[in-house]
T-cell receptor, first 115, second 112 residues
Framework: NAGVMQNPRHLVRRRGQEARLRCSPM?????VYWYRQLPEEGLKFMVY????????ESGMPKERFSAEFPKEGPSILRIQQVVRGDSAAYFC?????????????FGEGSWLTVV | AQKITQTQPGMFVQEKEAVTLDCTYD???????LFWYKQPSSGEMIFLIY??????QNATEGRYSLNFQKARKSANLVISASQLGDSAMYFC?????????FGTGTSLTVIP
């Protein structure tokens, strides 16, 4: 009974490169959320997706960031032309529906370092 | 967006004592949920406890309980019989309208 799986756990990119972060939700979960945590800060909502649909992307930066959750395969958070300010922990969470008491779980996070 | 306030950036508690971590929030939603998560130094987010806004009873989960006061819009986490492994960051997260909103967190240190 695997939990939310994120990979890579740690990613180093040079400025200007692309970063791709993957998230496989828990089995049976069809809703995925992405959050960003900057050092010494809480989690900031980025985007909420269902299969093949972006439901809410109000927390996504307008440029360079995109997310998808295809019919098959993991959800992908893509950051193009990374800058040092993108260095953060990116957390994915999944649930069975919009939100429900004990059915939202987080992955272990992906730590992006931009050098 | 909702505003969440965790006024205690850092807390210390003696091992085996109880501690209360404060959380207040501002929402216009009538139906919402309240979550608390623990983030140890290893970084993962661990779900602790959930309270629905219409639940009449305060939620309890082992050594964790919520002191939920809907009219005051507060949902304080109470940890009883603190253990050294409780040392971590704790985040309050109200959830409504498809989103979780996280507070800035409270750092808890349990002293032996």
């Amino acid at each position: 009974n695997a939990g939310v799986m994120q990979n890579p756990r740690h990613l180093v990119r040079r400025r200007g490169q692309e970063a791709r972060l993957r998230c496989s939700p828990m089995k049976g979960h069809s809703h995925v959320y992405w959050y960003r945590q900057l050092p010494e800060e809480g989690l900031k909502f980025m985007v909420y997706l269902q299969k093949e649909n972006i439901i809410d992307e109000s927390g996504m930066p307008k440029e360079r960031f995109s997310a998808e959750f295809p019919k098959e395969g993991p959800s992908i958070l893509r950051i193009q032309q990374v800058v040092r300010g993108d260095s953060a922990a990116y957390f994915c969470a999944s649930s069975t529906w919009e939100y429900s008491g004990n059915t939202i779980y987080f992955g272990e996070g992906s730590w992006l370092t931009v050098v | 967006a909702q505003k969440i306030t965790q006024t205690q950036p850092g807390m210390f508690v003696q091992e085996k004592e109880a501690v209360t971590l404060d959380c207040t929030y501002d929402t216009s939603d009538q139906s919402y949920g309240l979550f608390w998560y623990k983030q140890p130094s290893s970084g993962e987010m661990i779900f602790l406890i959930y309270q629905g806004s219409y639940d009449e009873q305060n939620a309890t989960e082992g050594r964790y309980s919520l002191n939920f006061q809907k009219a005051r819009k507060s949902a304080n986490l109470v940890i009883s019989a603190s253990q050294l492994g409780d040392s971590a960051m704790y985040f309050c997260a109200p959830a409504a309208s498809n989103q979780f909103y996280f507070g800035t967190g409270t750092s808890l240190t349990v002293i032996p």
